[in-house]
């Protein structure tokens, strides 16, 4: 198993453990991946710039295809944290109005949710950064995947979390969630690496 996905287990196995001992309702499980989405965003930015070599075949804005240089990397990255950032800024308007944190407890328990979240998304940056490095990866795909990434666990809760199962429900929607962050783990990993075998130079031998 690689690291990332061990580590997405266990920061998905605290939460559920956090949510069993303090009896909380499936609904209140979109703040700790709320919180999880901002760090996905991050490491996420954080990647398209720290990318040396890229592609943007495929990708355009206004009608012409994104430069493979500095400009377009640092527009496409802001671009992302912008567009991003308004989607989580509405939703975060959507929690406190619907399930509101109440004192430190619960604040300190999203705290160590954070904190668990960053230590296995790290661990999947690291992975993903040193197939870049290796690699020519598409720019474009990159911008897109953290969607990909955080719509499933979110419309999961969104649609069943009102739904009455206690700690059944919780179990469930733990259980889907990690399903999809370690099946869509795989897949970014797997992209990362065959754009560094696809633009790996052959070896000459004379």
């Known amino acids: 198993m690689a690291p990332s996905s061990r580590n997405l287990i266990l920061a998905n196995a605290l939460t559920l453990t956090l949510a069993l001992i303090f009896d909380w309702e499936a609904s209140w499980l979109m703040w700790t991946y709320w919180v999880q989405s901002l760090v996905v965003g991050w490491y996420a930015r954080k990647r398209m710039l720290a990318l040396t070599r890229f592609s943007t ?3 355009t804005s206004n009608g012409q295809r994104v430069p493979e240089d500095e ?8 671009f992302f944290a912008i567009h991003y950032g308004f989607f989580h800024l509405a939703y ?3 929690l406190a109005s619907q399930h509101r944190v109440d004192g430190w407890r619960d ?4 705290l ?4 668990s ?3 296995s998304q790290r661990a999947t940056y690291a992975a993903q950064h040193a197939s870049d490095l290796r690699g020519k990866p598409n720019l474009g795909a990159l911008m897109f995947t953290p969607y990909l990434r ?4 979110h419309l999961a809760i969104i649609f069943g979390g009102g739904a009455a199962g206690g700690p059944a429900l919780l ?3 733990t259980a889907l969630k990690t399903a999809s962050d370690i099946g869509l783990d795989a897949i970014d990993r797997r992209m990362a690496a065959k754009s560094a075998e696809k633009s790996a130079v052959p070896t000459v031998v004379e």
């Open 92 to 94: 975060l308007v959507f």
């Open 107 to 110: 604040l300190l328990i999203l």
């Open 171 to 173: 179990i469930f929607f």
């Open 117 to 119: 979240f960053v230590y």
């Open 57 to 59: 075949e495929g990708f």
């Open 112 to 115: 160590a949710c954070g904190v």
């Open 71 to 78: 400009s377009g990397k640092r527009s496409t990255a802001n």
């Open 150 to 153: 955080i719509l499933p666990m």
